[in-house]
């Protein structure tokens, strides 16, 4: 981490959590907030030093809005489509969203590459129209395990963001480096590996935008991020915080990861 960007902990619920479990993680949530969190992690949360967002799915966020609207923690949508409105059967839209008060989308999430055939280009339409409309982008992207075993990670890593990337630099856009074989599997990349992967990534966005734009945004690390590997993790320069699904469902864990990077903070 690099302080002057400041931290973010995501935890991207995925297909858990409806609107009764949420309202019961953010109950706990605030219970435990004042005994799990040290004053300095509280401290830096009060400050926008480190960041508190939750991604539940989409029938549970106005429960998650209303249940977290006394504390820290933000909430965003996982997936939202790049039309304002229209014949999308299925599919929920940035005005929708704005109309109940959430400012965050996750894009390009691989499960969404994987099983919905979200590809580079709808990843870029998705995220420059998000921008556009004034959301908070976190853009996924990562490689597949036979891709590293390949040698391919750097090629597939650089088409990614090369062609998913909106053509335009927004303070709001976020990165979020997943490797997929590190997504829900229990393996997660050691620190040197990770860091690797978020410096490369960074030199592309240089490229594309300029410096001063690659140093201020953000990449997260996703892949089976614990509390208990969390500080490594955003130990090293280029990694600015953790999109967390496993870890990030019981409030406890929530918690220790944000206890964990306030920690270096
Ligand atoms: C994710 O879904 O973005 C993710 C990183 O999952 P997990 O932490 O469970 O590997």
């Not at 923690?73 to 229209?86: D, I, L, P, R, Y």
Request: charged share 25%; glycine share 10%; with cysteine.
């Amino acid at each position: 981490m690099e302080a002057s960007r400041g931290v973010l902990i995501a935890g991207n619920w995925k297909m858990n959590h409806g609107p009764k479990e949420t309202r019961s993680f953010a109950a706990a949530a605030v219970s435990q907030w004042k005994t799990a969190l040290s004053e300095k992690t509280r401290a830096a949360i009060q400050s926008g030093r480190l960041s508190a967002h939750v991604f539940p799915p989409s029938v549970s966020l106005e429960s998650a809005r209303d249940a977290f609207q006394e504390t820290a923690v933000t909430v965003g949508a996982q997936n939202v489509h790049f039309e304002e409105k229209g014949a999308f059967t299925g599919e929920i839209s940035g005005p929708m969203l704005k109309e109940i008060g959430v400012g965050w989308t996750l894009v390009g999430h691989s499960e969404r590459r994987q099983y919905f055939g979200e590809t580079n280009e709808t990843v870029k339409k998705k995220a420059e129209s998000h921008l556009r409309q004034g959301f908070t982008a976190v853009l996924c992207f990562g490689e597949s395990r036979s891709e590293r075993e390949a040698g391919e990670t750097n090629s597939v890593l650089e088409n990614q963001l090369k062609t998913g990337l909106p053509a335009e630099w927004n303070q709001r856009l976020i990165l979020a480096y997943e490797p997929v074989w590190a997504i829900g599997t229990g393996l997660t990349a050691t620190p040197e590996q990770a860091e690797e992967a978020h410096a490369f990534s960074r030199s592309i966005l240089a490229d594309r935008y300029g410096r001063e734009a690659a140093v201020r945004t953000k990449i997260l690390y996703g892949g089976s991020m614990t509390p208990e590997n969390v500080r490594d993790l955003l130990k090293q320069p280029n990694v600015d915080g953790g999109l967390v699904g496993g870890a990030s469902l019981k409030p406890e864990s929530f918690l220790a990861l944000l206890e964990g990077a306030g920690s270096l903070l």
